[in-house]
């Protein structure tokens, strides 16, 4: 069996677009991967070409010499763009693997470690008022034991001339109507005064974690850390960049609040600090941005080494929604995943006429063979690519500033 076509599809999906990632073989079998890096799919296309030059004609069984042909097949190694690519085309080779074999690809990480697999809601809108305090109750009543926040702005209109936080897509970062202005300390202020609201409503056995997108300082982390230190948040995710390890070092030895970090890594290497310094009790480990499958599931022993949970980030399309949970089906250090039900819901079933199903709370353990996804390349048409931009914010002075 030998790999005949390497296909890139950017398609637009609901808010942003997702790159999925064909492999075919000449025995008939294709699988099926998706690229992170969402914003940069045409960089990520660009890539996959290039890749597609030595690709077509390899065995698609020999998943990590394949890997390792790709990261290391030119002396600039490394890279988001790369990891996004690797990680589509190995999870698409995995996917490849286990129909071959007639088995889930979770079988050929070395079986079932639990019987289902816990996911996270995230509450829609953002920590701006009552309205959000009932969002949470509504799902907490749906069943909901985790829940994952967002801080807001206060109404702006009387000081800048904008209105208040819109609704945007539930887990997806909430901004301005004019997506410009994002102040810090106002933003503390009212997310430590709502998060303590949500947990009123919600009582003590419900996980609240609140996700600020590296948008802070150290200072003002410290700050956040202490204004809510009797609510008992499950996790602080992202609180601020993770490029440089020593910040965060400064800010594990303000804080006793658990951090959930990693979504940016794309590759082990960018992961080590924060394992082998302790810098993290939650790697939020993107199965399309890290290098697929065979990359994160290094990182999860790796991670086991040093008693840190996988918490894979997902926010993208249903391909990496389905390797996500084989994935946590396979890892023993597994905590929760992430899934954004209010836009997987709207996942269009004549692109992906199967795709895994949540019930409840949970993923139940996929029966079909490799990933469980189909995708119809030629529905693709209908779903044409359309640029996006993440939101480019500002403070009011006009400063840049992280969304």
């Known amino acids: 069996m030998k790999i005949t076509a390497v296909k890139g599809f950017p398609v637009r999906l609901s808010y942003r677009n997702v790159f999925i990632v064909k492999v075919e073989t000449g025995a008939g079998l294709c699988g099926l991967g998706e690229g992170g890096m969402a914003g940069r799919e045409l960089a990520i296309g660009g890539l996959l070409d290039h890749f597609r030059r030595f690709l077509v004609g390899m065995g698609p069984r020999r998943i990590e010499h394949i890997w390792q042909c790709l990261y290391r097949s030119q002396y600039f190694e490394g890279g988001k763009i790369e990891g996004a690519v690797i990680a589509?085309?190995?999870?698409a080779l995995w996917d490849i693997l286990g129909q071959a074999l007639g088995v889930p690809v979770y079988q050929l990480l070395g079986g079932a470690c639990r019987d289902r697999v816990p996911c996270f809601a995230s509450v829609e809108a953002a920590l701006t008022g009552p309205a959000y305090v009932e969002d949470a109750r509504a799902l907490v009543a749906q069943g909901w034991r985790r829940l994952r926040?967002?801080?807001?702005?206060?109404?702006?209109?009387?000081?800048?001339g904008v209105g208040t936080l819109d609704q945007s897509p539930v887990g997806v970062v909430p901004q301005p109507p004019d997506a410009t202005i994002y102040e810090p300390m106002e933003s503390l202020q009212l997310?430590?005064?709502?998060?303590?609201?949500?947990?009123r409503a919600v009582g003590p056995e419900v996980g609240l974690s609140i996700d600020f997108h590296h948008r802070l300082s150290v200072a003002e982390a410290a700050?956040?850390?202490?204004?809510?230190?009797?609510?008992?948040?499950?996790?602080l995710e992202e609180p601020i960049r993770a490029q440089g390890p020593t910040a965060y070092r400064q800010l594990r030895a303000m804080t006793p609040i658990p951090f959930a970090i990693g979504e940016e890594c794309s590759s082990k290497w960018e992961f080590l600090p924060f394992i082998e310094e302790g810098l993290l009790n939650f790697a939020r480990v993107d199965l399309s941005n890290v290098g697929g499958l065979s990359e994160a599931k290094k990182v999860a022993?790796?991670?086991?080494?040093?008693?840190?949970?996988m918490m894979p980030h997902n926010p993208l399309g249903p391909v990496t929604t389905a390797a996500s949970i084989h994935y946590s089906a396979a890892v023993a250090n597994f905590a929760q995943l992430e899934y954004l039900h209010g836009v997987a819901d709207g996942y269009p079933r004549?692109?992906?006429?199967r795709l895994p199903a949540i019930a409840g709370d949970s993923f139940p353990l996929p029966t079909a063979p490799g990933l469980g996804v189909t995708f119809d390349e030629e529905a693709a048409a209908a779903y044409a690519f359309d640029p996006w931009e993440a939101p480019h914010w500002r403070r009011r002075d006009g400063a840049v500033t992280n969304w």
Do not use: K
Request: contains cysteine; glycine residues 6%; hydrophobic residues 55%.
């Open 350 to 353: 004549d692109l992906f006429p």
């Open 301 to 309: 022993g790796w991670c086991e080494a040093h008693y840190i949970d």
């Open 191 to 199: 997310a430590a005064h709502w998060v303590r609201e949500v947990r």
């Open 149 to 160: 926040l967002f801080p807001g702005m206060p109404d702006l209109a009387a000081t800048a």
């Open 88 to 91: 589509a085309v190995d999870i």
């Open 223 to 235: 700050l956040f850390c202490g204004q809510v230190a009797d609510v008992h948040l499950m996790f």
